[in-house]
C-alpha cells in the first residue's frame, strides 16, 4: 500500500498537478453515483437553450479531482479532508481536459493541519480555484 506524507514530510511549496480528461461516461456515472441529473449536465438538447449553449460537467466531478490529490498524492494515504473552499469561474465540457493543481500554502504544527491552494485549469484558463485543508500524520515516532 502506498504511504502518505505526513508533516514532518511536508514544506510550503510541495505541488502536485493531475490531468483527467471529462468522458461521457464520467459524466453519467457522477450523476448515478450523486444522484445529481440536472438537464444542463444529461440533456444536449436542454442545454443547448442555456447560457452554456451545450452541456457541461458537474461542478462536484471536477472539483472531485482535488480530492484525488489530497487523498492519493499530497499528502495521500492517510490524511483526512477537512475543508474545500471553491469557486467555479468558467465551465467544463465534455471532452475537455483539466489539469488540477494542489500547492501546500500553510502548515500548522498543532493538530497537524495543512491548507493547500488548489485550481483546475482547462487549455490553461482557470475554471475553478479556491483553498483545502487537510490533517496529516505528524511523521513523530509514537
Known amino acids: 500500500m502506498k504511504q502518505g506524507k505526513t508533516f514532518a514530510d511536508l514544506a510550503v511549496g510541495m505541488q502536485v498537478a493531475i490531468q483527467n480528461t471529462v468522458s461521457e461516461q464520467d459524466v453519467i456515472d457522477f450523476a448515478r453515483v450523486s444522484g445529481d441529473y440536472n438537464p444542463l449536465h444529461m440533456d444536449e438538447d436542454y442545454a443547448k437553450t442555456t447560457q452554456f449553449k451545450g452541456r457541461i460537467a458537474h461542478g462536484a466531478l471536477t472539483a472531485s479531482y482535488i480530492s484525488a490529490i489530497l487523498g492519493n498524492d499530497l499528502p495521500g494515504p492517510g490524511a483526512v479532508f477537512m475543508e474545500l473552499n471553491l469557486k467555479f469561474v468558467r465551465p467544463v465540457r465534455i471532452g475537455d481536459t ?17 491548507t493547500l491552494a488548489v485550481k483546475g485549469e482547462v487549455d490553461g484558463k482557470i475554471v475553478m480555484k479556491g483553498e483545502a485543508k487537510v490533517m496529516v500524520p505528524s511523521g513523530n515516532a509514537e
Open 98 to 114: 483539466v489539469t488540477s493543481t494542489a500547492e501546500v500554502t500553510e502548515m500548522v504544527e498543532r493538530g497537524c493541519r495543512v
